[in-house]
């Protein structure tokens, strides 16, 4: 604690002997942490209400007739608390027996050992013995759906799981039924729980109840090489850690970043993981005879090469896709340069973006920012889906101050309450000439926001859109001094960071529809694997260089195997503009290797040799074609400045058909994904009913 | 028993408030504030209890009319099945049309609430606690204390109290609703409320209880003596205290 640090209402106590100062309202527990006391708990948890029913952190007050729940119990002035005193040491004790009664002792063959809160804390406070010799309880296990497995007899019931669901999740479908000795946590109706976040609740029990069901005995924790990285599967960023075991990513969890996933992860992000061993592309393959052959690097090499020979630049090509990296993006830009080609792009969702300035095209209030909003109006886009962690700080502001939450697009539920104000472009005019009672509401909001996504940005009209969107957040006040309400909510992570490179056609250049149809005669696609590759003239040469087995392979002539997320060192640009890198974690499989690297050998072997032989080459040339790339660590919120807004197409009018979802089916969305067995049953489970239900 | 899957072949598929159940829920919903709904959910609970009780024959809450309940309360389903599973007078299983509810706690055991059990199985044909009688007529549950151990021992049999049982009388109770026929609520030799059972041996002078000058004579002669022994009090204490050990 800074000494600097000043309260609204300082509260003075005594931990342990130690005077410390903080804010009223504060619970002793967190004063002692505070204070540097660790106080163990199981049902407490700094993001959820306060249940205080586990009774573990129990402490001594002075003058208080008996120990005190310190995770509910406020701070009060001239308060001596006493946190490891012979009573306090007796009263823990006494509360881990009766925790102890009904727990079975099957550590060894539970996938919590190693990092069981309860473990953990017997160690301290546990008996050597047991003086329980009744029956223990036994609780028919839950189905939860296909990535929560459930062991009810090991539950606690220190109900962080109800409070999970309900609270950040938005979805109350978890509960407590019965009492006393038969009280079970549980849906009550078998059903499998409809969160992205579902998850999260493996991370918060505190015991082995409720543990991930793809990776069950799969691992033990102190078996596994961990590794600070960053999730590519959405465009939020969030911050992981990539827990490996030999050649094999075993588990991904979230690390604690305030700013961007506090510490949740989404569903997609955390069990894609499997499709890391499937599908993958660990030789370089070549076309012979229609058919893909094995090849060697030099021979792949050479086949492009020799159909390269005498091509102009214009009738060469490249489209990076949803999972590239900026430093592969940028070997690639520089390749296409060397060839004399103008045609890049990474567009192939169809969004468009205005790239003139940065603010057009990031989401400006950042992910932190949304906790100061007070009303939101999304645009063709359903966060829930397209960014899940996004929709639990909305749902978290929500909680706050019940801000009003406006959508063109589908109804959906977003797990807080929102107003449907029309499903096309339409209902954006009776926003922008103030009819619409929305109008009035974003115009009475000290910080609007508003966000459009790529369904609405997809389409002829998309540029119309976005201008239609700056001037409405500029009309209500969004584009002030101090707050910039204007997001673009984008769903790659790769997208940013292409924008940011100006991986778009050059002067003259053909887009990726125009590459598509024809227009060229050799195509590299950097893991574009969005869009049907059948769309792709017969008479292309195309070179697919990724990692996964998927569309755009499926297509090649030529398939170079790369290395994804997990096994490189990768720079990344999040939706908020975040610069940030992944991490190696594990190498790439069989001969596959590092996309720029990839690149730079091709280079040479055609004679335009990339300058740059190292990875710290080609950050500095990232740095020199957009100092953002040098930010990594120092992110700073957009300040609006000119509130000048992206020029509109002078002719065409708006679209009349409503936006259409930018992802139907939440789990299965990019190669990795695809590969997923985890993914797939997921697909099965929560997506398949809708989209039948849809149809 | 496990309350995860209710009986699944008793569920009905659907449920909707009778108009008479429609009348009693208005009423409950005026005494909550508008946005606090949510708390008429025990009220709405036993309305629903009722209504199954009245046109099935078993006092029951199936899950569909928790999910009624929800919908009419707007509040998440799993919070109406939590509050109907946590107590127990809420059925989550269909019973049957008689509930006999028999207090075994300390006061009744200790005045022979075990008669009481054993003649309801053997009027019933019950084997066990919980369970429901082969013409589907009982259900005999367990249950704690329902403060009426003056009148031990007693079991609750639907809404009503029935007090100072014993084996042969409970027999005649049970074959008294098995005829179709209400006996009288209460105690079942007679007992006005919970007065001694001989008559009443206290406040028997009738002409005293409702004169009030009756007890002035006697509370003015109480005062005296105590002013008396105020005085004695104030007086010099006796010369010496006795010895220790005496």
């Known amino acids: ?184 946590i549980t849906t009550y109706v078998e059903k499998a729980l409809t969160s992205e976040l579902s998850g999260n609740l493996v991370d918060i029990c505190p015991v082995g109840a409720l543990t991930s069901k793809p990776y069950a005995y799969h691992a033990r924790p102190w078996e596994l090489k961990k590794t600070d990285s960053i999730d590519v599967l959405d465009a939020v960023g969030t911050n992981i850690r990539v827990d490996a075991r030999g050649p094999q990513v075993m588990r991904v969890l979230p690390r604690l970043n305030e700013d961007i996933n506090e510490e949740w992860m989404a569903d997609k992000s955390r069990h894609s993981i499997d499709g890391l061993m499937r599908r993958r592309l ?94 939101i109006l999304l645009i063709g886009t359903n966060p829930r889906h397209e960014a899940p962690i996004l929709n639990a700080r909305i749902r978290k502001r929500w909680l706050m101050n019940r801000l009003p939450v406006g959508v063109i697009g589908s109804a959906t539920d977003l797990t807080y309450p929102s107003t449907i104000l029309g499903d096309g472009a339409a209902a954006l005019d009776g926003l922008a000439d103030g009819s619409h009672d929305f109008a009035k509401v974003l115009a009475k909001a000290e910080r609007p926001m508003i966000v459009i996504g790529e369904a609405a940005l997809a389409g002829a009209d998309g540029a119309a859109l976005l201008a239609a969107a700056w001037s409405l957040a500029g009309k209500v006040g969004g584009l002030g001094a101090d707050w910039h309400g204007f997001n673009v909510l984008h769903r790659a992570a790769a997208r940013v960071g292409a924008l940011d490179l100006g991986f778009l056609p050059g002067e003259g250049g053909q887009d990726w529809q125009g590459m598509v149809r024809g227009g060229v005669d050799l195509l590299w696609l950097l893991g574009a694997d969005e869009f049907d590759a059948a769309q792709i003239s017969p008479e292309t040469f195309v070179i697919y260089q990724g990692h996964h087995g998927d569309r755009g392979a499926a297509r090649a002539d030529v398939v170079l195997p790369g290395a994804a997320y997990t096994e490189k060192s990768g720079t990344y640009v999040n939706m908020e503009g975040r610069v940030q890198r992944t991490a190696l974690a594990v190498f790439p499989p069989g001969e596959a290797k590092e996309d720029w690297r990839i690149l730079r050998a091709f280079s040479a072997v055609i004679g335009k040799t990339l300058p740059y032989d190292t990875l710290e080459a080609l950050r500095t040339r990232l740095v020199e074609v957009n100092p953002v790339f040098g930010t990594i660590g120092s992110f700073r919120r957009m300040a609006t400045g000119d509130a000048g807004g992206p020029t509109a197409p002078a002719a065409g009018g708006m679209r009349t058909e409503h936006f259409a979802p930018a992802i139907t089916d939440y789990y299965q969305t990019d190669p990795i994904s695809r590969a997923s067995p985890t993914m797939r049953v997921c697909t099965e489970t929560y997506s398949a009913p809708l989209m039948q239900a849809a149809e | 028993m496990s309350e995860t899957s209710i009986a699944a072949a008793a569920e009905p598929t659907s449920f909707a408030f009778d108009p008479l159940s429609d009348e009693q829920i208005a009423i409950i919903l005026k005494r909550y504030p508008p946005g606090r709904q949510a708390s008429a959910v025990i009220p709405v609970l036993y309305v629903v209890q009722k209504q199954m009780g009245r046109l099935t024959g078993s006092a029951w809450v199936p899950r569909v009319a928790m999910d009624a309940v929800a919908a009419l309360l707007e509040m998440p389903p799993i919070r109406v099945y939590e509050v109907a599973t946590f107590y127990l007078m809420f059925n989550t299983k269909p019973i049957g049309r008689f509930h006999l509810q028999v207090c075994t706690t300390t006061p009744c055991w200790l005045r022979g609430s075990d008669d009481v059990v054993a003649a309801c199985k053997r009027a019933t044909g019950i084997q066990h606690m919980g369970e429901t009688s082969v013409d589907g007529l009982f259900t005999m549950t367990e249950v704690e204390c329902l403060g009426a151990c003056v009148n031990a021992p007693m079991m609750q049999i639907n809404d009503d109290y029935y007090e100072d049982l014993d084996g042969p009388r409970t027999e005649a109770l049970l074959a008294a609703f098995r005829r179709g026929e209400t006996p009288p609520i209460g105690s079942t030799i007679g007992r006005e409320g919970s007065m001694s059972v001989g008559g009443p041996t206290t406040l028997t002078d009738e002409a005293a209880l409702w004169n009030p000058e009756h007890y002035a004579a006697e509370r003015r002669a109480r005062a005296e003596a105590e002013a008396a022994a105020a005085a004695a009090a104030a007086a010099p204490p006796p010369a010496a205290p006795p010895p220790a050990g005496e």
């Open chain 1, 1 to 184: 604690m800074s000494e600097a640090q000043t309260f609204i209402k300082p509260t003075k106590l005594t931990i342990d002997g130690v005077e410390i100062v903080v804010e009223a309202g504060t619970s002793v527990l967190q004063a002692a942490e505070q204070a540097g006391k660790e106080i163990p708990r199981f049902c407490f948890h700094d993001r959820l209400s306060v249940a205080a029913n586990c009774r573990m952190c129990l402490v001594e007050v002075e003058k208080a007739p008996k120990p005190v729940a310190s995770c509910a119990f406020p701070v009060g002035e001239g308060m001596v608390v006493k946190t490891d005193s012979p009573l306090v040491r007796k009263a823990r004790r006494g509360v881990m027996e009766f925790l102890l009664i009904n727990h079975p002792l099957d550590c060894p063959i539970c996938d919590q050992g190693g990092e069981c809160d309860l473990q953990d804390q017997a160690m301290a406070y546990g008996a050597d013995h047991t003086r329980y010799h009744e029956n223990k309880r036994t609780v028919r296990d839950k189905d939860l759906g296909p990535l929560v497995k459930t062991n009810m007899t090991r539950c606690i019931q220190c109900s962080r799981c109800i409070r999970f669901s309900t609270e950040i999740a938005g979805v109350p479908e978890l509960g407590g039924t019965s009492r006393g000795e038969m009280m079970e």
């Open chain 1, 282 to 375: 660990d030789k370089p393959w070549l076309r012979l005879a229609g058919k893909l052959q094995p090849a060697t690097w030099p021979e792949a090499f050479q086949a492009i090469a020799t159909r390269l020979a005498g091509v102009p630049g214009g009738r060469i090509g490249a489209l990076a896709g949803d999972l590239a990296d900026a430093e592969s993006m940028l070997a690639l830009k520089d390749l296409m340069a060397a060839l004399g080609s103008e045609n890049i792009d990474c567009r192939q969702g169809g969004a468009r973006f205005n790239t003139s300035r940065r603010d057009y095209y990031l989401f400006n209030t950042t992910i932190a920012g949304i906790e100061q909003a007070d009303a």
